[in-house]
């Protein structure tokens, strides 16, 4: 575990993992962990177990249905460690592994927090990655930056609107899918209020 913790009581727990690409010590991960733990929820910074088994490469199709297993095993281990509410985050593949595990199986979270959801190939709209949506049951924020080559914003939107449950997105202007690395952490305070909601 590579935990980040409040200074008070923890509004919950969030396995917060990374894309195809990277691992836990992303930039963009370790700037989003501090600022949900400095806003009162523990995270835990999670590598994928493709990424565990391999220090580089992206993931092949046959690694995903294991890394949807290591963060159901993530969130347990949370959940039995810090008790109440647990909740899944991850950047693009991470985060569409994530959603699709929630899916799958509603009660292995409370909520996700979706950064730069690959919702297609870049240029190609015509194979979006979206049939699990219609199953989420979790309040979900997707964050999307404007200038993200994996779906437009008016694509995600539609996207969205797929889902029964409760949904927000939070667009970091002018941003690719790298999300400018952290520099607007805005939605952190936006998911945490999601949170807050949720549970009022």
């Known amino acids: 575990m590579m935990l980040h913790t409040p200074a008070g009581k923890a509004l919950g727990a969030m396995v917060l993992t990374h894309g195809a690409g990277g691992n836990a010590n992303a930039p963009l991960l370790v700037a989003v962990a501090k600022e ?14 493709f990424r565990q088994a391999r220090s580089s490469g992206p993931p092949r199709p046959a690694d995903a249905a294991r890394d949807r297993e290591g963060l159901r095993e993530a969130a347990a281990q949370l959940r039995a460690e810090f008790g109440g509410r647990v909740y899944l985050g991850g950047h693009s593949y991470g985060g569409r592994q994530a959603s699709m595990l929630a899916a799958e199986d509603p009660a292995v979270c409370d909520g996700l927090l979706l950064q730069s959801y690959p919702l297609h190939p870049p240029g190609k709209p015509e194979q979006p990655r979206t049939a699990h949506l219609p199953k989420l049951a979790a309040p979900s924020l997707f964050v999307h930056g404007s200038k993200d080559p994996f779906g437009t914003i008016e694509e995600m939107e ?5 889902i029964p449950a409760q949904r927000e997105m939070y667009v970091v202007q002018g941003a690719g899918h790298d999300l400018g690395r952290g520099r607007d952490l805005g ?9 807050e909601s949720s549970v009022a």
């Not at 949900?36 to 177990?49: E, H, I, Q, S």
């Not at 939605?187 to 949170?195: D, L, S």
């Open 187 to 195: 939605f952190c305070a936006q998911f945490v209020a999601m949170v």
């Open 158 to 162: 539609a996207a969205l609107a797929l």
């Open 36 to 49: 949900l733990a400095r806003l009162g929820m523990v995270v835990d910074r999670y590598n994928l177990p």
